[in-house]
């Protein structure tokens, strides 16, 4: 099992050649998630390889174009291809509107369920859950309702110590399940074994947290507390500090200090303005603060194993 994240867009505001708005496709415990889709995802899809048919959950953060404007485009791709399996989409209030009033006025229904999982609420709550990964919102601080996400195995088996429990010949394999769920075994004679004598520990579960548009925003911290990775918008250096402010983003030096306070093993920056013609001085001015820090770019994959 890993966690691996491919970069597909990563600046603001306006589309160009060489740059493209958010969009990201993540791995996790075999489960397969598209957070945000601005104008070009569907052809940065098919550049890197991903295939449509693993697309089942879309993750909006928020109604500006630049995070959405691309998914009025791939749904409709999907229906060209004569897809059958539906696809949900969780996005604040309004995108049922949205999309529906889109498809109607160009007669384009699609045949494949479209399930729509509108958000409203201010506070962190579970938006997907099945038995490998469950998904939480994280609201943020932006000038339009804003939710980041966090993505979150299920805590996992325990793993079986065959030697130790071949030393009681009553542990049969039918009782395997239960000694992986955690259950102490009870011999005949009434000993108890405990659980933690004839397993190991499961792998450590993996978490990403990924935040879009915000201001500086501590509220976030308890929500992402030792994710394996961080994605954090870094839309401004310290130069434009007054202009992150104004229009509720956040610097490079804001996003690691984020990272720092909230004890993440990586943050990765991203949504740069095009104003900045280096992107290597979001690095370098984020790694002030959190070392660990590395830039996004299209086509960038990270891919995380469990300790």
């Known amino acids: 099992?890993?966690?691996?994240?491919?970069?597909?867009?990563?600046?603001?505001?306006?589309?160009?050649?060489?740059?493209?708005?958010?969009?990201?496709?993540?791995?996790?415990?075999?489960?397969?998630?598209?957070?945000?889709?601005?104008?070009?995802?569907?052809?940065?899809?098919?550049?890197?390889?991903?295939?449509?048919?693993?697309?089942?959950?879309?993750?909006?953060?928020?109604?500006?174009?630049?995070?959405?404007?691309?998914?009025?485009?791939?749904?409709?791709?999907?229906?060209?291809?004569?897809?059958?399996?539906?696809?949900?989409?969780?996005?604040?209030?309004?995108?049922?509107?949205?999309?529906?009033?889109?498809?109607?006025?160009?007669?384009?229904w699609v045949k494949y369920p479209l399930i729509f999982h509108e958000l409203d609420s201010?506070?962190?709550?579970?938006?997907?859950?099945?038995?490998k990964v469950e998904v939480f919102t994280i609201p943020l601080k932006h000038r339009i309702y804003t939710n980041g996400f966090l993505f979150k195995e299920k805590t996992k088996e325990r793993n079986l110590n065959i030697m130790e429990i071949n030393k009681y010949p009553e542990i049969e394999i039918c009782d395997y399940q239960n000694l992986k769920n955690g259950k102490d075994f009870t011999l005949k004679n009434g000993k108890i074994v405990k659980n933690e004598k004839i397993t190991f520990d499961p792998p450590s579960i993996l978490q990403y947290a990924y935040c879009s548009d915000t201001a500086y925003f501590e509220n976030i911290i308890p929500l992402i507390e030792n994710?394996?990775?961080?994605?954090?918008?870094?839309?401004?250096?310290?130069?434009?500090?007054?202009?992150?402010?104004?229009?509720?983003?956040?610097?490079?030096?804001?996003?690691?200090?984020?990272?720092?306070?909230?004890?993440?093993k990586k943050l990765l920056l991203g949504h740069y303005s095009s104003r900045y013609k280096d992107e290597n001085l979001f690095l370098k001015e984020a790694q002030t603060v959190f070392s660990n820090t590395e830039l996004s770019y299209e086509g960038k994959t990270i891919e995380i194993l469990p300790a």
């Open 1 to 108: 099992m890993s966690l691996k994240l491919t970069i597909l867009g990563c600046h603001s505001a306006t589309p160009r050649t060489f740059a493209h708005p958010s969009s990201q496709f993540l791995e996790i415990n075999n489960r397969f998630f598209l957070i945000d889709c601005g104008e070009g995802t569907q052809t940065l899809l098919r550049k890197h390889k991903i295939k449509f048919s693993k697309i089942k959950h879309i993750f909006i953060s928020h109604l500006h174009g630049d995070h959405y404007f691309g998914l009025i485009g791939l749904i409709s791709t999907f229906g060209l291809l004569n897809r059958q399996t539906e696809i949900h989409i969780f996005a604040p209030k309004g995108i049922e509107k949205i999309i529906t009033l889109q498809l109607k006025l160009s007669k384009s």
């Open 122 to 131: 201010k506070k962190s709550e579970s938006i997907f859950e099945d038995d």
């Open 227 to 264: 994710v394996d990775l961080l994605y954090h918008e870094s839309t401004f250096l310290e130069d434009k500090k007054d202009l992150a402010k104004s229009t509720k983003h956040s610097t490079a030096k804001e996003a690691a200090t984020i990272a720092q306070k909230s004890k993440v």
